[in-house]
């Protein structure tokens, strides 16, 4: 009995972790949209790009964590992912890159393949 109980609750509380992601992805992906639209170097280019980067550090300190019970091939590709996106966000930062639309691109996928656990 009490074993089912705490299934259920584990059940819940990663349902609850995952409904957080999907939101924050919907938050970066219309914060990187409202960028697009105004433009690198813009109030709004500041605001996404530094959501964006505290939402991936965030995760990459979460995925090298040795309790994240991710499939280490998983963890290994979205490591990759993050990494690649701190490293946008810098060149759009620094003025190398000015398209935000790769960023909204993979924050669409993370959110959608969210959806699907």
């Given at each position: ?60 300190e979460d ?25 946008r966000t ?28």
């Open positions: 009995m009490y074993e089912a109980t705490y299934r259920l609750m584990l059940e819940d509380t990663t349902e609850q972790i995952r409904d957080n992601e999907r939101r924050a992805f919907d938050k970066a992906i219309e914060l990187l949209q409202s960028a697009q639209l105004a433009g690198r170097g813009s109030r709004q280019s500041v605001e996404a790009l530094l959501f964006v980067n505290r939402l991936w550090t965030l995760l990459l995925l090298s964590d040795s309790g994240n019970g991710l499939p280490d091939s998983l963890k290994a590709r979205l490591i990759s992912i993050g990494i690649w996106v701190l490293r810098e060149e759009i930062r620094d003025g190398s890159e000015d398209d935000f639309s790769a960023l909204i691109e993979i924050s669409d996928a993370i959110r959608k393949g969210l959806g699907r656990h």
